[in-house]
C-alpha cells in the first residue's frame, strides 16, 4: 500500500507567536475548514495549551454526506516551532501531519507535511488518483485563503 505526501507552503504577515498562538488551539480547526464537511470536534476534555499525548475527536462529512469518526493525538510538539498530530482512529490507514512555524522577515512560514495512506490496498490508491488527493488538496486550499482572511494577505 502506497503512502502519499502534501506539502503546503504559506507565508503569514503576523509574528510566530500569534501563528503559533493560533493553530495551537484545537477549536480554532473548525473555522479553517470547509463548512461543507461539516466538521465538528465532539472530545470534551482538553487543555488550554496543546501538548504531547492529546487527543482531539471530531465528526466531518467528507463524502456523500456520510459521517466520519476521526480521533487524532498530539504526538510531538516544541512550542513556537512545530506540532504533530498522527490518526488514532479514522477514514486513514495512516495519517502524520506536521506543522511547521518558522519566523521570517516580516511574519511566519509556515510549512504543512502531510504524509497519508489509504485504507484497502489497491483500490485506496485508485481512490486517491480519483478524489482523495484532491479532497485534501482542496481543504489545504480552503485553509490558505481562511488564513489571509484572519491574517491578512502576504505581500
Not at 56 to 73: A, F, H, N, R
Not at 116 to 124: A, D, E, S, V
Amino acid at each position: 500500500m502506497a503512502s502519499h505526501t502534501l506539502r503546503a507552503v504559506q507565508q503569514i504577515p503576523a509574528s510566530t507567536e500569534r501563528v503559533w498562538e493560533f493553530f495551537s488551539d484545537h477549536t480554532n480547526l473548525q473555522r479553517i475548514t470547509p463548512a461543507n464537511l461539516q466538521f465538528k470536534i465532539i472530545s470534551q476534555h482538553h487543555g488550554d495549551i496543546i501538548y504531547p499525548g492529546q487527543i482531539i475527536e471530531y465528526t466531518l462529512k467528507p463524502l456523500l454526506g456520510i459521517s466520519v469518526y476521526w480521533m487524532t493525538e498530539i504526538a510531538h510538539v516544541v512550542p513556537g516551532k512545530f506540532f504533530v498530530d498522527e490518526q488514532r482512529k479514522g477514514p486513514y490507514a495512516m495519517w502524520h501531519h506536521q506543522h511547521h512555524f518558522n519566523a521570517i522577515e516580516g511574519g511566519t512560514e509556515m510549512v504543512d507535511i502531510v504524509h497519508y495512506k489509504n485504507p484497502l490496498g489497491f483500490m485506496g490508491n485508485l481512490a486517491n488518483s480519483l478524489f482523495v488527493r484532491k479532497k485534501v488538496e482542496a481543504i489545504f486550499n480552503y485553509r490558505f485563503k481562511k488564513i489571509e482572511e484572519i491574517f491578512g494577505k502576504w505581500s
